[in-house]
């Protein structure tokens, strides 16, 4: 299994890495409350915002560009809910 740390090179499929690496985090949060949910992804985007050293013009971009990337993925996140419930 590949970390940060044993390899600190930038994936060169950064889409699937990100992926699988989501599907690895998924059993830590499945069947908290979406409110705890919430709280631990907060954290972890503040984690990621704070370790981009720029102005803080750059850094609110840097949240507007994650935000707009969630609400792509948020078809694609509720089809994969409604099919896990129909089977």
């Given at each position: 299994?590949?970390?940060?740390?044993?390899?600190?090179?930038?994936p060169?499929?950064?889409?699937?890495?990100?992926?699988?690496?989501?599907?690895?985090?998924?059993?830590?949060?499945?069947?908290?409350?979406?409110?705890?949910?919430?709280?631990?992804?907060?954290?972890?985007?503040?984690?990621?915002?704070?370790?981009?050293?720029v102005?803080?013009?750059?850094?609110?971009?840097?949240?507007?560009?994650?935000?707009?990337?969630?609400?792509?993925?948020?078809?694609?996140?509720?089809?994969?809910?409604?099919?896990?419930?129909?089977?």
């Amino acid at each position: 299994m590949s970390t940060a740390a044993s390899n600190p090179t930038f994936p060169n499929k950064p889409e699937q890495y990100a992926c699988d690496l989501a599907e690895r985090i998924r059993p830590l949060l499945a069947g908290e409350h979406p409110a705890i949910v919430g709280a631990v992804l907060a954290q972890l985007v503040a984690v990621h915002i704070a370790g981009h050293k720029v102005p803080s013009f750059l850094r609110a971009h840097l949240l507007r560009l994650h935000t707009d990337a969630t609400w792509k993925l948020v078809p694609i996140a509720e089809a994969e809910i409604e099919a896990r419930r129909d089977n």
